[in-house]
């Protein structure tokens, strides 16, 4: 339905068992975050206090004594000792996901080490590595030099390489090689404690690319499972970045897409990231409400056609709005059966939202200059389409 106001309302309350406070909590080891996306984990928050029908209290603070449960909104996955000095014990405390150690929050856990003996930090785990390696790409991950070396030029054998710094989102902090002299100059800019502590992941670069968004979102017991596409945009710098997602949602677990029409590659970057979400139970401990994946497909330096996980991400994302947006119309209106909605991201100045959108960010980002955030409706169904 083109156009549909995008609303939440208020129709539940708080069972005693459940949160009585949405707030957002910024973690001891979450990456620093840009203005418009401060602004709109702050409005994601909002939307799941309408959605639960509870309080929204801003940010979290530890001097303060909340009334009831407290439901958080971290802008970063948590590490397991963080969450649990927070009371969160389950997925039903907080909108994101729980992690046993940093590494398994990072891409670094999506490939497997140059050797069995290669370094590793703590909590890396190689069953996850052979668990997942007919889910995503041809690549290695690299906590040394030496073994990005040796990785390097082992997949330079196939075409260029991508070399990505692990505890990065969003396509940040991503580099092209074809040669090994190329990788030298990279490596001679980043730390080598960042290298040991979180990783480099090198893996084959596809040209034509087409980057799929699928995952899953539970609250109080709604869930939704979704496939869509993701935008790539030029920002202020004249670089390409993500610049927003298109989903289609359905209700219920992963298991609900498998109805949806869908064309055979999209079907099979599905699968790939519910067995990439399978392998997690590897990681003791682990937990999430929020399960994301990008899929990456595209053609390798051989011509040939490949798809795979490109990373995980178990925190509030930039499709979280076009999610939640799903899961209030799904609370709203027990008919509904496909929802679909777009979150937008677009650079510079006289940029306008369409009349209904949802206006997340509108403005100067000291750092990224004029940008404009907002989600919108595209459709729905009460019926498979």
Known sequence: MDGEVLSVSHHRTCASARAATVVVYFSEFGARLYAHERATLFDVAAMIAKLKGCEVAGSYDSSYRYAGKIFFVPDDALVSDEASSLDICSADDLFGGVVPYPVVKTK???HRLVTS?????????????????????????????????????????????????????????????????????LLETLSLEAIA???????????????????????????????????????????????????????????????LPMPPAV??????ARSYDLGTSEFPGFLASRRNYDVG????????????????????????????????????????????????????????????????????????????????????LRQAA
């Not at 054998?157 to 002299?181: L, S």
């Not at 079907?267 to 790939?272: D, F, I, L, M």
Request: glycine content about 10%; proline content about 4%.
């Open 108 to 110: 670094a856990i999506t």
């Open 117 to 185: 003996s290669a370094d590793r930090p703590e909590g890396w785990s190689p069953v996850f590595a052979r668990r997942v390696q007919d889910a995503v790409l041809r690549g290695y991950t690299a906590f040394t030099v030496q073994d990005a070396h040796l990785a390097a030029t082992r997949l330079l054998r196939h075409g260029a390489v991508r070399v990505k710094e692990a505890f990065r989102d969003g396509g940040k902090n991503q580099t092209v090689i074809t040669t090994i002299a190329e990788l030298d100059e």
């Open 197 to 259: 502590t979180f990783g480099l992941v090198l893996e084959e670069n596809l040209r034509r690319v087409t980057t799929l968004s699928i995952g899953q979102v539970a609250i109080d017991g709604l869930k939704i499972a979704y496939q869509g596409t993701q935008r790539t945009v030029v920002n202020n710098k004249g670089e390409d970045v993500y610049g927003g997602s298109r989903l289609v949602c359905v209700r219920g677990g992963w298991e609900a897409l498998d109805p």
């Open 267 to 272: 079907r099979r970057g599905v699968a790939q």
């Open 297 to 380: 497909q595209g053609l390798d330096g051989e011509g040939q056609w490949r798809s795979g996980v490109f990373e995980p991400s178990w925190r509030s994302g930039g499709a979280s709005t076009a999610e939640l947006a799903a899961l209030t119309a799904f609370a709203e209106d027990p008919s509904l059966h496909v929802f679909e909605a777009s979150t937008v991201k677009d650079f510079g100045r006289s940029r306008e939202a369409p009349r209904h959108a949802l206006v997340h960010f509108e403005g100067d980002d000291p750092e990224e200059g004029p940008i404009l955030r907002y989600t919108m409706v595209m459709r729905t």
